[in-house]
């Protein structure tokens, strides 16, 4: 079965940075877009970054431009999100996702607390 499992999250200053991993089991990983999510404490979760399967074309959410990179790598079915110049508002459980045409995955989630 598809098994996303994330981790990179912790607790870091304002200014640094932090990679989340997450290691994708049970499907086709190359053949599948990525996405990174996050969910912040009475918020609606929102789409972060994402990553087509074929050429590795890249979107961002606007309040990360510039700061947050996504990548994969297909030969150790890994998505990554690099993190850097992180803002107390970055703060929020984020979670590895992918989709088929008939559901979509989710990883368990890994917290990230951006906090002096």
């Known amino acids: 079965q598809v098994q996303l499992v994330e981790s990179g999250g912790g607790l870091v200053q304002p200014g640094g940075s932090l990679r989340l991993s997450c290691a994708a089991s049970g499907f086709t990983f190359k053949n599948y877009a990525m996405n990174w999510y996050r969910q912040a404490p009475g918020k609606e979760r929102e789409l972060v970054a994402a990553?087509?399967?074929?050429?590795?074309?890249?979107n961002y959410a606007d309040s990360v431009k510039g700061r947050f990179t996504i990548s994969r790598d297909n030969a150790k079915n890994t998505v990554y999100l690099q993190m850097n110049s992180l803002k107390p508002e970055d703060t929020a459980v984020y979670y590895c996702s992918t989709r088929s045409p008939y559901d979509t995955y989710w990883g368990q989630g890994t917290q990230v607390t951006v906090s002096s």
């Open positions: 990553i087509t399967s074929v050429g590795g074309s890249t």
